[in-house]
């Protein structure tokens, strides 16, 4: 910033005008920007090959909304599974128990370096390893009851085992972080009042650590109901694979792409709105 010495014969004292700097380049940018936009809407309206009339045609078709619907209760389901299953693993990987912590540590390594998609088709792929579930004494004991597992784990099954375990994972890292965020202090006080590990998790822990956890818990659903649309290897109609039946039979893919992609970005837009208001109310009074 420049500034200007100027004589004011009125008073006879300085006068300092200050002078705000000039970003050139940066106006240059956004003029780039501007005009880059301006030719991708240009083209997005006046390329035939978008067939917008198409877009519309099929956004509110009944194919769409069942697939809609399915990917939402798929991410609910899954999303609610992997929470409470986050929190155990959470709560397994910082207990003094070596082996408890030990399983947790080993669950969330093995789910989180592999990839989901290898998973879901391993998870669909299960009775190449064990054609029967049993239930009964283990090590050759007597059966209780014997499952076939190609009935039993269907490809709704399978995605959901896939969705849900792997998100766990990452759940219990996050739920983890919001745990160690809490002064220990605060759990040596809770000790010297006599409470149970378990009660000063529920009433003292867990409560302070949801600041900590809700946000990346919203980035999380946001992701998982994107990340649902890899169950359509298993030939579940979601939303993505009941765009691809119809763009198989009409040949149409772009348009149901864009179908498919508008529908996504709504969802996501309403989740991020209402993350937003969730983070708010738990950071109610922190002045950060």
């Known amino acids: 910033m420049t500034t200007e010495v100027q004589d004011t014969p009125r008073t006879g004292e300085l006068e300092i005008r200050a002078i705000p700097p000039k ?13 880059l936009a301006a030719m991708l809407v240009y083209s997005m309206l006046t390329n035939p090959r978008y067939q917008w009339d198409v877009v519309f045609s099929w956004l509110l078709a009944r194919t769409i909304l069942r697939g809609l619907l399915l990917t939402l209760a798929l991410t609910a389901v899954s999303m609610l599974t992997g929470i409470l299953l986050g929190v155990v693993f959470a709560v397994m990987r910082g207990s ?26 391993f998870w669909f792929n299960l009775s190449a390893l064990y054609p029967r579930i ?21 490809p709704m099954t399978a995605a959901f085992l896939g969705l849900a375990l792997n998100e766990a994972a990452y759940m219990a890292e996050i739920v983890r972080a919001g745990i160690v965020s809490v002064p220990a202090g605060q759990l040596q006080a809770a000790s010297a009042l006599g409470f149970t590990r378990m009660t000063t998790m529920r009433r003292i822990v867990l409560p302070q650590a949801m600041r900590v956890i809700i946000p990346p818990t919203g980035n999380q659903t946001i992701s998982m109901l994107k990340t649902s649309s890899l169950v359509s290897v298993l030939a ?21 792409l864009i179908v498919v992609s508008i529908w996504y970005l709504a969802l996501t837009s309403v989740l991020t709105v209402a993350q937003g208001k969730i983070e708010r109310r738990f950071s109610a009074g922190d002045d950060r």
Do not use: D, K
Request: charged fraction near 5%.
């Open 23 to 35: 970003h050139p380049w940066r106006w240059a940018a956004a003029g780039v920007v501007v005009l």
């Open 96 to 121: 003094p128990n070596r082996l408890l912590s030990g399983a947790a540590g080993v669950y969330i390594w093995f789910f989180r370096g592999t990839p989901l998609l290898v998973q879901l088709v």
């Open 236 to 256: 579940i109609p979601e939303l993505l694979y009941s765009a691809q039946i119809v763009y198989a039979r009409t040949f149409q893919t772009i348009p149901l």
């Open 134 to 154: 049993v239930v009964g004494v283990p090590f050759g004991g007597p059966e209780l009851t014997a499952l076939n597992a190609n009935a039993l784990i269907s």
